[in-house]
């Protein structure tokens, strides 16, 4: 007699897969800017291909508590505290050994035994690395033997941050402008040693890519990709409901959103407040501008003294301050890549008056629900229009659907990596 046989049901918690080293210069969640909305969505893609080890820092105290949670993604995390102070003052020793200031600022010797002895414990052959400042933990060192080359390292440079200081310089004199074209040039020569070296290098666009390529030896450019941002439809979705907010106002606004103490954030708030503002208020003087995001820096909150103007610091959440405003801003005249904050008020089907920077990836076309300009006074004609009336059809979240989905954009990112051979 034979038994028939019973179908195994595996828990696939149980199932081990290939082990892959993942190192960022910031803890990948939650989710709540730019860089950790990106580097949280791809590594929750990698953990479902790989065991990820997970090394990071924590620069904010507040996100300490998030570490439990990505224990759902990771086999391990290692992470460190990073005081900015002391971060800084290794960075000026930079100038000391003829690096760029972010190499020194994001090294830390406990980061690097962890990593090699991460390595070689769980034979990882698999690396990501997100930001360029944490590829010296894997790269190959002149006259040192060359332990890394056997891996495939993969580095999401996300965007060209050198050509971000490039930009800061510009605008800039005296030390200040010697200072970030110092950074530019030590950074750029840095970008291109990690691209030689790394199996590819990712940028979040088909424009920012292009614009390493070009800068690259004919060899090495066929190894330079876009990969492309997402937003996460369901959560920035007008049809859920929102938690309630205080500080939401309640007369008509215009709404910023954004990380307060980055640079590019502080600079687009300030050349709004300063060349569109008051054209704003002369013709709306009960109008608000609300400034959103966590960190504000000195001249961020300063700006809340201004007639009109609200700035709230971190909230909890962060969509009715875009779901109940009149028309979303980014007047953004310093950036790089993909603009987070246009995508989620785009998926949030509000309007949008936008810059070219800010626009620039996204490529959505000008319509009544996305005005792109670079002019403050056609800036504020813009902002005054959809404060008097709102678009009668707005196609911006299914611009969003169509193109931005993450499960869309972040489909090649395997691609990058060798599929394991079975035996």
Excluded at 221 to 250: C, M, R, W, Y
Excluded at 298 to 313: F, P
Excluded at 321 to 336: G, N, S, T, W, Y
Excluded at 349 to 362: E, L
Aim: net charge neutral; glycine share 4%.
């Amino acid at each position: 007699m034979t038994l028939a046989s019973q179908p195994v049901q595996l828990d696939v918690s149980l199932i081990k897969k290939e082990p892959l080293l993942f190192l960022c210069h910031r803890i990948p969640f939650p989710p709540n800017k730019g860089d950790k909305i990106r580097s949280f969505n791809i590594l929750k893609k990698l953990s479902e291909h790989y065991d990820v080890h997970l090394g990071c820092f924590i620069d904010d105290p507040f996100d300490k508590q998030y570490v439990a949670t990505l224990a759902k993604y990771c086999v391990a995390v290692f992470h460190l505290d990073q005081h900015k102070i002391l971060a800084k003052i290794k960075g000026l020793t930079g100038f000391i050994t003829n690096q760029p200031i972010t190499l020194p600022y994001y090294f830390d010797k406990r980061m690097q035994q962890w990593t090699n002895r991460t390595l070689t414990e769980h034979n990882i052959s698999k690396v990501f690395i997100y930001s360029s400042s944490m590829a010296q933990y894997v790269q190959s060192k002149p006259g040192k033997d060359d332990e890394y080359q056997v891996l495939e390292r993969v580095i999401d440079f996300v965007d060209v941050d050198s050509d971000k200081w490039r930009q800061y310089a510009n605008k800039k004199t005296g030390i200040a402008k010697w200072f970030f074209n110092r950074e530019y040039k030590l950074l750029a020569k840095e970008e291109n040693s990690i691209s030689a070296q790394f199996t590819h290098s990712l940028f979040v666009s088909a424009d920012e890519a292009q614009l390493f390529r070009d800068s690259q030896p004919q060899a090495q450019q066929a190894k330079v990709h876009g990969l492309l941002n997402g937003v996460d439809v369901i959560f920035f979705n007008p049809a859920v409901t929102f938690s309630e907010e205080s500080l939401v106002p309640q007369v008509p606004f215009i709404s910023f959103t954004g990380a307060m103490d980055y640079w590019a954030n502080v600079d687009a708030v300030l050349w709004f407040v300063e060349h569109v503002w008051p054209s704003i208020l002369a013709k709306q003087p009960d109008a608000i501008f609300c400034i959103v995001g966590g960190n504000p820096s000195s001249e961020v909150s300063a700006l809340a003294k201004k007639k009109g103007i609200v700035v709230t610091g971190r909230v909890h959440d962060v969509r009715p301050f875009i779901e109940q405003a009149q028309c979303v801003v980014a007047p953004l005249q310093i950036a790089r890549g993909i603009q987070n904050k246009v995508l989620e008020a785009m998926s949030l089907n509000k309007a949008i008056v936008v810059t070219t920077m800010a626009m620039a990836g996204i490529n959505a076309q000008q319509s009544d629900g996305v005005i792109i300009t670079d002019d403050s006074n056609a800036y504020a004609q813009a902002c005054l229009a959809l404060l008097d009336e709102q678009p009668k059809v707005l196609t911006n979240r299914q611009w969003i659907l169509d193109h931005f989905t993450w499960q869309q954009t972040l489909q090649p990112l395997m691609n990058y990596f060798t599929a394991k051979e079975s035996h």
